[in-house]
């Protein structure tokens, strides 16, 4: 079992930076971060795999920064050049085998409760 809690999230104006973190609980090889907006599906931001191998979606490459100190039991998502689109709900992910660590809401386990992210124009 493996328990996850966000912190970070808040308003910013658009162009300005945030960054997320995750307290996580037990081990997990992935990890990831994901977003929920509005009257949209979840889908996946960034995820980081224990050799530190990280995913993007491509609409965040360049602006977001996966990472993990597995020493603290910590994720992290550093967000930059925020824009109005990026406003959601965003989610940590455990996932707990081994392998690929996929863009993708079913392969994941282990979900926290989300901290919203909202930028303004």
């Known amino acids: 079992q493996v328990q996850l809690a966000e912190s970070g999230g808040g308003s910013v104006q658009s162009g300005g930076s945030l960054r997320l973190s995750c307290v996580h609980s037990?081990?997990?090889?992935?990890m990831g971060w994901f977003r929920q907006a509005p009257g949209k599906e979840r889908e996946g931001v960034a995820t980081?795999?224990?050799?530190?191998?990280?995913t993007y979606a491509d609409s965040v490459k360049g602006r977001f920064t996966i990472s993990r100190d597995s020493a603290k039991n910590m994720l992290y998502l550093t967000m930059a050049s925020l824009k109005p689109g990026n406003t959601a709900m965003y989610y940590c992910?455990?996932?707990?085998?081994?392998?690929?660590?996929?863009?993708?809401?079913?392969?994941?386990?282990?979900w926290g409760q989300g901290t919203q992210v909202t930028v303004s124009s």
């Open positions: 992910t455990a996932r707990p085998y081994f392998g690929l660590c996929p863009l993708s809401v079913p392969a994941y386990t282990y």
């Open positions: 037990g081990y997990a090889s992935c």
């Open positions: 980081i795999d224990h050799t530190m191998a990280t």
